[in-house]
């Protein structure tokens, strides 16, 4: 079973960058997708990005494509979500995810394709 931790988060004004990390303790990182969501205040988890077994398999919300970066090392059993020209609209906990469903595109989209969630870590994005 994975067990994630964020780090990274914090208060940036616009069009500044954060890089968040999600560190897996459970041993079975390299096999598992990678995902990161995000939940503002008031509002549902959604999809943010996610990264299969192999670096060049990304998917992206609409709203970030662009402006960030999902990338995995193995060795370190981390995933990390490089943020740029962040906007007001990127503030919310941000939350890594693992699943062992596979990298499938469309599904990842939904919470219930993730077996375990980390936290989560706040990003504040001031004007």
């Known amino acids: 079973q994975a067990q994630l931790v964020e780090s990274g988060g914090g208060l940036v004004q616009a069009g500044g960058s954060l890089r968040l990390s999600c560190a897996d303790s459970?041993?079975?990182?390299?096999?598992?997708?990678m995902g990161w969501f995000r939940q503002a205040p008031g509002k549902e988890r959604v999809f943010v990005a996610a990264?299969?077994?192999?670096?060049?398999?990304?998917d992206y919300a609409d709203s970030v494509k662009g402006r960030f970066t999902i990338s995995r090392d193995n060795r370190k059993n981390t995933v990390y979500l490089q943020m740029n020209s962040l906007k007001q609209e990127d503030t919310a906990v941000y939350h890594c995810?693992?699943?062992?469903?596979?990298?499938?595109?469309?599904?990842?989209?939904?919470?219930?394709?993730?077996?375990?969630w980390g936290q989560g870590t706040l990003v504040t994005v001031s004007s």
């Open positions: 459970g041993g079975t990182f390299s096999s598992l997708v």
């Open positions: 995810a693992a699943t062992r469903r596979g990298y499938i595109l469309g599904r990842m989209k939904s919470t219930s394709h993730w077996d375990a």
């Open positions: 990264i299969g077994l192999l670096d060049h398999n990304t």
